[in-house]
């Protein structure tokens, strides 16, 4: 454990400060691997980390505000490597909306499980702040997806309404993807649930080109 000094430089303090806080985030990020949030101790956290429980107060008020911070934490990194993904390929057809999206989010999920597993379980979970920051990360996920559907040409001439229905529907198919992904035992079975999803936004993707709104 490193020695700290009130004569550090405020860049050096402030990057061992930001290096206590991601010591903690991962820490909980583990130890949520095996149990649910609500069973979580700040002693255990910091214990996990390597720190003295009064270096948690520098950083959180209480394991909730510790929990808000890993939900904001795996939506920012889902986000990031999305847009990333969708600058480098662009739009193509309905590939946003379709096979390329589900791909990229199923990917990420398997690199990042134990984050993807927090939120999985704690959607539906015991802390009710927590299941509201979940709800509102994944309002803007489905927002941002929307958009993204609006700027599709076989989409153009659908209403506001109908595109943000389609974007909900997706949402929902690939958050079930997602949790199937974080618990499945081994690579075969994570391809089979990749594959499965495939196939059924292959089957959305030939109804909505036939939707006409009526």
């Not at 990420?108 to 802390?127: D, P």
């Amino acid at each position: 454990m490193s020695i700290r000094s009130p004569n550090d430089p405020p860049r050096v303090r402030a990057a061992r400060k930001e290096q206590t806080r991601r010591r903690l985030l991962g820490a909980a990020h583990e130890l949520l691997a095996e149990q649910g949030f609500t069973s979580l101790s700040l002693r255990e956290v910091t214990r996990h980390a390597g720190v003295v429980p009064a270096a948690f107060y520098r950083h959180f008020d209480n394991l909730e505000a510790l929990g808000l911070a890993l939900v904001q934490e795996s939506f920012a990194n889902l986000n990031g490597a999305l847009r990333a993904a969708r600058a480098r390929e662009g739009a193509d057809g309905l590939t946003t909306a379709t096979s390329a999206e589900a791909v990229r989010l199923l990917g990420y999920a398997r690199e990042n499980t134990a984050s993807f597993r927090f939120v999985v379980r704690e959607r539906l979970g015991g802390s009710a702040a927590i299941r509201a920051a979940i709800t509102r990360a994944m309002e803007r996920f489905e927002g941002d997806l929307a958009l993204d559907l609006a700027r599709e040409p076989a989409l153009r001439a659908w209403s506001t309404e109908d595109i943000r229905l389609l974007a909900s529907l997706l949402v929902t198919m690939m958050t079930s993807a997602v949790e199937q992904m974080v618990e499945a035992e081994g690579p075969a079975a994570q391809q089979a649930i990749e594959q499965r999803i495939l196939r059924q936004l292959q089957m959305l993707g030939a109804g909505v080109r036939g939707w006409d709104g009526a």
